[in-house]
């Protein structure tokens, strides 16, 4: 049995910081409905879900993940939903079109055995439009005993209107204002922490006033305090969320874009400039750091095939709690696209079992294999710094170096040859081509 490098026990570093074996996890990010093949959305309106234990798909690519050197598995949305998986209608009951309790606890138990860790993803600033408890509210008007879960103008004057998120009629959001909201919100959490989830990534984060989630995690964390917590949020100020919120992390979506652009534009004074707010960021709480997810385009379409190993170095040599998106190891492509259907390319259905992979993707495999391998020997990199020692437009030298300055290594990057170096001293450690 393949199993991943034993995590340090459980403990808490710092004033509500993130506990310590989050400081040797390297993800695997899998959106469950598109990896498994599950219809996104019905053939005709009104058409049940269709019911499969799906989840047990991922079982034969538990193996391939802890072979590649991650020891987590991000898991996006398993609860039952409209469609997507983010139009919520039960936070307590795994989506039909994947299975049930018992494929879930299997998959806990499997994910147990081989030493991952595993991470749910929350959608609990909107629920999907047809939610039954919103439906019933609706229904029953502003006395409804759950109407305070959910944003709605009831004095509207073509009627109630429930807040919307970003303008999408079919995600309603909730009231976080409300007691009760909060309640509901901390035994979800809960409850999916008792049947073994070590984490949450919370959806849509940055839309949710941070009040909200600091009365809701510090709950949490009385029972669970070995619990990780990583908010979605885009832009604005990641300290300042990660601080009033009590978060632990925020995806950087910062240093994502620095990354990929800088490659394809052969700008690295962008990327300089994003290593420098990253090196602030690590003062205040370690980020979550990727190259892809399931809400953009592929890194092969972004930057070419060529250069996605430049892109995985940086991921992989600089400070952060870094994420692999399924298929970007094997040098998967596909377009984002803003329309009905527009991420369907980004969220493909993987094969039975990693022996029916196309050899297409070897390279990649392998640039991301030895990558992760570095990582996991050099684990100091997780909250290291960097300093950038030459720039030009095409190239960039950073040397990335341990808080306590007793390690550091140097990365050279070069956009338009494209080549990438790691060395220790004079000593190369992975190099490309």
Same mark, same amino acid.
């Given at each position: 049995?393949?199993?991943?490098?034993?995590?340090?026990?459980?403990?808490?570093?710092?004033?509500?910081?993130?506990?310590?074996?989050? #400081?040797?996890?390297?993800?695997?990010?899998?959106?469950?409905?598109?990896? %498994?093949?599950?219809?996104?959305?019905?053939?005709?309106?009104?058409?049940?879900?269709?019911?499969?234990?799906?989840?047990?798909?991922?079982?034969?690519?538990?193996?391939?993940?802890?072979?590649?050197?991650? !020891?987590?598995?991000?898991?996006?949305?398993?609860?039952?939903?409209?469609?997507?998986?983010?139009?919520?209608?039960?936070?307590?009951?795994?989506?039909?079109?994947?299975?049930?309790?018992?494929?879930?606890?299997?998959?806990?138990?499997?994910?147990? #055995?081989?030493?991952?860790?595993?991470?749910?993803?929350?959608?609990?600033?909107?629920?999907?439009?047809?939610?039954?408890?919103?439906?019933?509210?609706?229904?029953?008007?502003?006395?409804?005993?759950?109407?305070?879960?959910?944003?709605?103008?009831?004095?509207?004057?073509?009627?109630?209107?429930?807040?919307?998120?970003?303008?999408?009629?079919?995600?309603?959001?909730?009231?976080?204002?409300?007691?009760?909201?909060?309640?509901?919100?901390?035994?979800?959490?809960?409850?999916?922490?008792?049947?073994?989830?070590?984490?949450?990534?919370?959806?849509?984060?940055?839309?949710?006033?941070?009040?909200?989630?600091?009365?809701?995690?510090?709950?949490?964390?009385?029972?669970?305090?070995?619990?990780?917590?990583?908010? #979605?949020?885009?832009?604005?100020?990641?300290?300042?969320?990660?601080?009033?919120?009590?978060?632990?992390?925020? %995806?950087?979506?910062?240093?994502?874009?620095?990354?990929?652009?800088?490659?394809?534009?052969? !700008?690295?004074?962008?990327?300089?400039?994003?290593?420098?707010?990253?090196?602030?960021?690590?003062?205040?709480?370690?980020?979550?750091?990727?190259?892809?997810?399931?809400?953009?385009?592929?890194?092969?379409?972004?930057?070419?095939?060529?250069?996605?190993?430049?892109?995985?170095?940086?991921?992989?040599?600089?400070?952060?709690?870094?994420?692999?998106?399924?298929?970007?190891?094997?040098?998967?492509?596909?377009?984002?696209?803003?329309?009905?259907?527009?991420?369907?390319?980004?969220?493909?259905?993987?094969?039975?079992?990693?022996?029916?992979?196309?050899?297409?993707?070897?390279?990649?495999?392998?640039?991301?294999?030895?990558?992760?391998?570095?990582?996991?020997?050099?684990?100091?990199?997780?909250?290291?710094?960097?300093?950038?020692?030459?720039?030009?437009?095409?190239?960039?030298?950073?040397?990335?170096?341990?808080?306590?300055?007793?390690?550091?290594?140097?990365? #050279?990057?070069?956009?338009?040859?494209?080549?990438?170096?790691?060395?220790?001293?004079?000593?190369?450690?992975?190099?490309?081509?």
């Amino acid at each position: 049995m393949l199993t991943a490098n034993d995590a340090p026990a459980y403990g808490r570093h710092g004033d509500g910081g993130a506990v310590g074996w989050v #400081e040797h996890a390297i993800w695997w990010h899998v959106y469950p409905l598109g990896f %498994t093949g599950a219809p996104i959305r019905p053939e005709h309106p009104g058409d049940a879900p269709e019911r499969a234990p799906r989840l047990r798909r991922l079982l034969p690519w538990l193996d391939y993940a802890v072979d590649l050197g991650l !020891n987590g598995l991000l898991l996006g949305p398993v609860f039952a939903s409209a469609s997507h998986g983010y139009d919520t209608l039960d936070y307590r009951r795994i989506d039909p079109r994947l299975g049930g309790d018992a494929d879930f606890d299997d998959l806990v138990a499997a994910c147990r #055995e081989r030493g991952l860790r595993l991470v749910l993803d929350g959608v609990f600033n909107h629920v999907g439009r047809d939610h039954p408890t919103l439906t019933r509210v609706l229904a029953e008007g502003p006395d409804s005993p759950d109407a305070d879960l959910f944003a709605i103008e009831w004095d509207g004057a073509d009627g109630p209107r429930p807040a919307v998120f970003e303008g999408h009629g079919g995600l309603v959001e909730l009231d976080h204002r409300s007691r009760r909201t909060a309640e509901e919100v901390t035994g979800v959490i809960r409850h999916w922490l008792d049947r073994g989830a070590d984490g949450w990534r919370l959806d849509a984060a940055y839309a949710v006033d941070p009040s909200f989630w600091a009365r809701v995690l510090p709950q949490v964390r009385e029972t669970h305090p070995e619990a990780w917590f990583v908010g #979605e949020v885009i832009q604005g100020d990641y300290p300042a969320f990660v601080t009033s919120s009590g978060v632990d992390s925020v %995806t950087q979506y910062e240093l994502w874009k620095a990354i990929w652009s800088s490659l394809v534009d052969a !700008n690295f004074f962008e990327l300089d400039a994003a290593l420098t707010r990253h090196n602030g960021f690590l003062d205040t709480f370690t980020p979550q750091t990727f190259v892809g997810n399931h809400d953009v385009t592929r890194l092969a379409s972004r930057v070419g095939p060529e250069r996605v190993p430049l892109a995985v170095a940086v991921l992989l040599t600089v400070g952060g709690i870094p994420s692999v998106y399924y298929g970007d190891d094997q040098g998967y492509t596909g377009i984002k696209e803003e329309r009905v259907g527009g991420d369907d390319q980004v969220r493909p259905a993987f094969p039975e079992r990693p022996d029916d992979l196309s050899t297409l993707g070897a390279a990649v495999h392998r640039a991301h294999r030895e990558l992760i391998g570095l990582r996991r020997r050099h684990p100091w990199l997780t909250t290291a710094r960097t300093e950038t020692l030459d720039l030009t437009n095409a190239r960039i030298v950073y040397r990335v170096h341990a808080r306590d300055g007793q390690h550091r290594l140097d990365v #050279e990057l070069d956009a338009t040859a494209p080549s990438a170096t790691v060395r220790d001293g004079a000593e190369v450690l992975w190099q490309v081509p």
